[in-house]
Structure formats: C-alpha cells, structure tokens
C-alpha cells in the first residue's frame, strides 16, 4: 500500500495478505534528485546539497505548480464527444471509435499539408473522448482539442503543423540527471559477486524472478543508494526520459518500499514494460507496482504494464496506449483500497472490457502470489467482469458482502494521523459519502477543515480544495503552514524545502472565489475527477453556490436541489465531498445542533456524517474548542472531543486528558430504561 504520493512514496513489504504480514512505515515523501545525486553524480551541481531543511549548501530551485484546475469562464471552453465527431466529418478527417478515444490518421506525420489525412494512413491519433485533448503515438505530439483544430486550419492553408515544444529546463535536467543515475547502475544479473545478487532478491522479495525476467524488462540495481532502478524509454525512439528508483526501509520489524522518480511524480508517466508490448497483444494486465509486472509476466507469459503511481491515479495521457486491447484485466494490489481503484480505473477504460482481480487471502497481489507458489493464470481467468447489467440475486453480492466482512478496517477507509479520536467515532474516511460540516463564525472551520484534509492527502488521497470564501493563496498558505508544523515567515530559509515537499502532495485547487453557478462547480468536479483521480472534494462553502440565478427561487429550494447534486456526485464518482454550510443565527451561549444548520433538514438527512465545531465562550476565560460528530451512518457512534488550537502551526489537536464520549443506539436505550429523559445527551455529560 503507497504511503506517501509524489516522488517519493512507500508501500508494505513483501509478506502479503494474511496473518504475520510486516507493519507498513509510513515515511516522509522524499525528491529524487536531492537524496540521489550527491550520492551518485558528484560534481560542484550536487556538492553540499542536503536533505534536512535549512541546512546551508542545499539546491534552492524553486518550483511553482502548474496543475491548476482551470475556471470553466477562462480562455479553454469544453467539448462534447458530438461535437468532436461533427468536426472530424465537417473536415473531412476519417477516424473511428475506440474505447477511451476516436483514432484519426496524424497531422503530424509527413503527408501533403493541404489535404486532409487519408483514410489509408496509419491511425496513430488519438483524441480524448471526455477532454477533446490529442496525443500521437508516431510523432509525441499532444495537445488540447483547440490545439488541434489550430493545426487543422494551418494545414488547410499549406502550413506545416506546428513542431513540438523543446521541453522545459525542469525536464531537460531531470533526464540529464536520469541518465547520470542509469550509468552508474548495473544489471542486477550481472553484480560482482553472485552471493550480493542473492541477497539483493532476497532483500525485495524478488528471490523467484529469474535472470532472465529482469533482463527482459531492463531492470538495474545502483549499489550506492541500495536501490532497484526502473528505466522509463520513450515509446517513439527509446530514448531514456526517467527512472523510478525503489529501496527497503526497515524500523524493526517493521519494512516499506520507498519510491522515488525522476522527473518528478506528477510528470512522470512511465507505462513500464510498454516497449515490450507487440502491436498484435490484445490482453493485458494493468498492475500496480513494477514488481508485480515482473512477476506476473514470468508467470503466465501475458503482456504486463505498471501504473506509473500504482492506485493513486491513472493519467489520462496514458490512455492512447491502451487503446489496442480488447481485454484489460486490472490487479492493482492486495487491499480495498486498491479494489476501489481498480473499478475507478475501468470507467475510464470502458467497463465492457476490464475484469477486476478481487484482493483476498488466496489471491494477493501478483509477487506475492508468485512467491506463494499460486497459480496466476487459475487467478486471472477467475477475475470479475467490470460491469454486472443487473444483480440477480445474493449469489453475485456473495463476494463483495464477505470481503468487506473479512477488510472491516479497510472498509472502514483511510484513517486520519493527526485525529485519532475522530477514527474512534468516524473510524475512517470513505469515499462516496457527504460529509457536512459546520460551526458559528470566526470558530476556525477553514482552519481546522484544511488540516482535516491535507491530513488525508498526505496519506495519498488526492484532494480536489474549492475555497470560495478565502483565496488560493492565503489557502495555501495556511496549509503549508499545517504541513511544516511551524511559523515560516520567520524562517523564510526553510520555504523551498517546505514548499518543494508541499508540492509533491496530489492536492489540487479550484479557481473560483466568490459566488458561483452550481453546474460550473460540478463540471470542473467532474474534470477533476477523470484527470487527477479526485477521490476527495472539499466545498467551502454552500452559501457561495446560492447566487444571482437563485434571487427570484425560493432559498431553501435552492440549497436543497444543491445539496442533492452534492449527493448525486459522491455516489455517482466514488467520491467523499465534504461540505461546509454555515449555521442558522442563534444565541451564542447556546450549543449547535444538528438542527442548527441553515436551510431545511435535507442537508443534514442526505449527509453520511454531520461534524459540528463547537466554541463554547466562558464567562472566566477562552472560549475552548470542541469537535462534535453528531451523525455518522456507518456505525452510528457519536460523540464530542475537545480540541487545542496551536497559534504558531495553526494546527488543531485534541487533548489527550479527556477520552472521547461514545453515544451508541443500545447505550441511549439501557439509559432511557433506568431514569426518565433528562433532555440531555451523553456525549455532553462528564465520564
């Protein structure tokens, strides 16, 4: 299981599934460039560099993010798949239906510019069905939907389509210390001394993977850094554009694969094992992780390919290369989590040609299964169709019901570092559900909000923010803040370190502020989702979605067909929207309530979880802060737990001198049985 995300990450060891398996440490997402190349590159670029932020000598490159969700008003509008077609035939370009994309003879490759693409070239085009964006595969050319229709028009005119973009400094330097890492590696077959090569396999858990398997795929080992290296070649003339790097960690007992990849994560798009994929394979194996395409291919001889994130997400820039197969079978790893990506995935494959490997004991993840002495083809044929037309009967829940029953703390979901008392109620976070959250004016919900999430999305969920009431900036500012724990502003030599490892977290913005039309919101939700594999969306908040178009609609009305295409989103995307709705006006001294919420009760009835902030003002001193989960449909535990707010980090902790006050069903009613209603509620009374 990935840890952490960016370029560096980890996962658990080698035990697999089962009794016995070896905790998971979760390590600090590290950059590839600044641990490896003093270790490896020399020279006066990497001398002095240093790992521990603020230490003199260290690379201060800044680095600004660029995966800004763009508004819908800006200067890219959308485009339907029909209006697509519609172009293509108005053009006279001939081109057909895949699965994911429409492929179309290239603009890009040697042909007469004035003429339209003839129906006889080579189909090597390919253009997004959801976003319209194009990649061909002869020449890397890609671009948005109005980038193509740019070259269209010149090529009617008699002018050459624009030549690819040189790439950036960034990833001119990344190859260049890319291939630095890979001259310095050895094949792992080919190591000194064959004593080194034993412990080396044993020591990832690869002791079965023969020879020739790491040979096939290319695979080295970098004896400074104790690593594996995974080569990335371009897929048009093999050149090397990256590596991911993997090496074992151990605390105890403990053991984590550490990753880390170079260009950085959220440039890196390796389809590892791609160059070894013939153009008549039909079937493929989608796995997770590199070792596990090594191992699966070994077993069974079917064409394998890794994720270059394994669960975390599937870029839709890879897409165009998986257009040739017409069976996917998708393996992605050995817990929920990894089940939940799978049937994520197979949406934007086309569910008609995906099965999905269902995680349990006697089918972990591939290299486990190899090393188990398995059968990986009796598991593949057994795999589930993507797609069920109906449910018949309890026979095709059969499964589903008993692995949830088996995974009762992966069901539970994610669970939050920073909040244990909130896994005691909550017991963790989940995608599909509404979380509605509120507490009175000026009580910090921004602030606490923003580390409940970016608590999640150092844990790998990738977090989509839309601020509507603060901007970006100061957001960000915030959460920075929350991630290092301390008060940069007087420590302003320590920002590019913070910033770079801030940076590397799957957490992406919208670009609204102030009131917005609801459907714009679930568009660009809805885009998120598909690129960036939003599986957390925070709203902040509701009253910012009631604007002009609501005036002349009853506002009650309003909030309620918003509330319910929040609900609708979840459950159609597999995804958690977290909601803020600011309270009714009421007494300051008085305690909200459920039914404190604005608007009517629907936002309280179509939500999983209810979070209320509690700041309780006393006459003698500070108001204190508590947090008060006062619905939660999973398990019906609620309760209270106080909070401490730390200026200097703007970070929220609940004590640990008061335990948290459960409030369970049987609880309510063996008290109801002994005394008479007291109009009072458990989790408000001492223990």
């Not at 003839?118 to 990649?135: C, E, N, V």
């Not at 090569?197 to 850094?225: E, M, P, Q, W």
């Not at 090397?240 to 170079?262: F, M, Q």
């Not at 079978?329 to 086309?350: C, H, I, N, P, Y």
Request: net charge positive; charged share 25%; glycine share 8%.
């Amino acid at each position: 299981m990935r840890i952490g995300s960016g370029a560096g990450g980890c996962r658990g060891g080698p035990g697999g599934g089962g009794a016995g398996r070896m905790a998971v440490v979760p390590l600090r997402p590290c950059r590839a460039a600044g641990r490896l190349l003093p270790l490896l590159c020399g020279g006066a670029r990497s001398k002095g560099v240093s790992l521990s932020p603020g230490v003199p000598g260290r690379l201060t490159q800044r680095r600004y993010k660029k995966d800004v969700l763009p508004s819908p008003e800006g200067p890219v509008p959308s485009v339907s798949i029909t209006e697509i077609r519609q172009y293509l035939r108005a053009q006279g370009i001939p081109f057909h239906d895949g699965y994911s994309c429409l492929h179309t003879p290239s603009l890009f490759t040697d042909s007469r510019e004035d003429q339209p693409p003839a129906a006889s070239a080579p189909y090597t085009l390919f253009i997004d069905k959801t976003t319209g964006s194009f990649l061909c595969t002869a020449t890397l050319a890609e671009g948005t939907w109005q980038d193509f229709q740019a070259n269209v028009e010149l090529r009617h005119r008699g002018i050459p389509p624009a030549s690819s973009v040189e790439p950036e400094e960034d990833t001119r330097q990344a190859r260049e210390d890319a291939r630095c890492i890979w001259d310095r590696a050895l094949p792992l077959w080919e190591l000194l001394d064959e004593d080194e090569t034993n412990k080396t396999k044993a020591v990832f858990g690869i002791s079965l993977v023969t020879d020739a398997t790491l040979k096939r795929f290319g695979v080295r080992y970098l004896r400074t850094a104790k690593s594996l290296v995974f080569p990335w070649f371009s897929p048009r003339d093999a050149t090397l554009k990256g590596l991911k790097l993997v090496r074992v960690e151990k605390k105890g007992d403990a053991i984590a694969y550490v990753e880390e990849t170079l260009p950085r994560f959220d440039s890196y798009h390796n389809l590892f094992g791609l160059p070894l994929i013939g153009r008549r394979d039909t079937e493929l194996v989608l796995t997770g992780w590199e070792l596990d395409a090594l191992a699966l291919h070994q077993a069974t001889g079917v064409a394998s390919l890794a994720l270059p994130r394994g669960a975390t997400c599937l870029p839709p820039a890879l897409l165009p290369y998986l257009e040739q197969f017409k069976r996917i079978t998708l393996w992605l790893g050995e817990d929920l989590r990894s089940w939940e990506a799978a049937k994520l995935f197979a949406r934007k494959l086309s569910l008609k040609r995906c099965s999905l490997v269902r995680p349990g004991d006697l089918q972990p993840r591939p290299l486990e299964a190899l090393n188990q002495g398995l059968n990986l083809t009796k598991i593949l044929r057994a795999a589930l169709p993507a797609s069920h037309k109906s449910i018949v009967s309890f026979r095709q829940l059969r499964e589903e019901v008993f692995g949830e029953l088996v995974n009762t703390e992966q069901v539970a979901g994610v669970k939050w570092a920073r909040f244990p008392e909130l896994n005691k109620l909550l017991k963790g976070h989940r995608r599909g559900e509404l979380t509605v959250f509120t507490g009175p004016t000026g009580s910090g919900k921004t602030t606490f909000i923003s580390e409940y999430a970016l608590d999640l999305c150092m844990q790998g969920v990738c977090t989509l923010w839309g601020s509507f009431e603060i901007n970006n900036v100061r957001l960000a500012k915030i959460m920075l803040t929350q991630f290092a724990a301390q008060r940069l502003e007087d420590q302003l030599e320590l920002y590019d370190e913070w910033a770079d490892r801030f940076e590397d977290l799957p957490l992406y913005f919208m670009t609204f502020h102030g009131q917005q039309n609801i459907k714009t919101v679930i568009d660009t939700m809805q885009h998120a989702v598909y690129m960036y594999d939003i599986t957390h969306v925070v709203v902040d908040n509701l009253q910012f979605m009631m604007g002009h178009e609501h005036l002349s609609v009853d506002r009650l009305a309003a909030q309620d067909y918003i509330v319910g295409a929040f609900r609708k989103f979840a459950t159609d995307n597999t995804c958690h929207i977290t909601l803020v709705i600011h309270p009714r006006k009421e007494d300051d001294e008085k305690e909200l309530q459920t039914a404190s919420i604005f608007g009517s009760a629907k936002a309280s009835q179509e939500a999983d979880n209810v979070l209320i902030l509690q700041d309780r003002k006393l006459v003698t001193g500070p108001g204190k802060r508590y947090l008060q989960v006062s619905k939660n449909r999973f398990d019906g535990d609620v309760g209270v737990f106080p909070l401490e707010f730390s200026k200097a980090s703007l970070t929220f902790s609940s004590s640990g001198k008061s335990k948290v006050r459960l409030k369970k069903m049987k609880e309510e009613k063996a008290l109801l049985a002994k005394k008479a209603p007291e109009g009072g509620t458990g989790a408000s009374k001492k223990s």
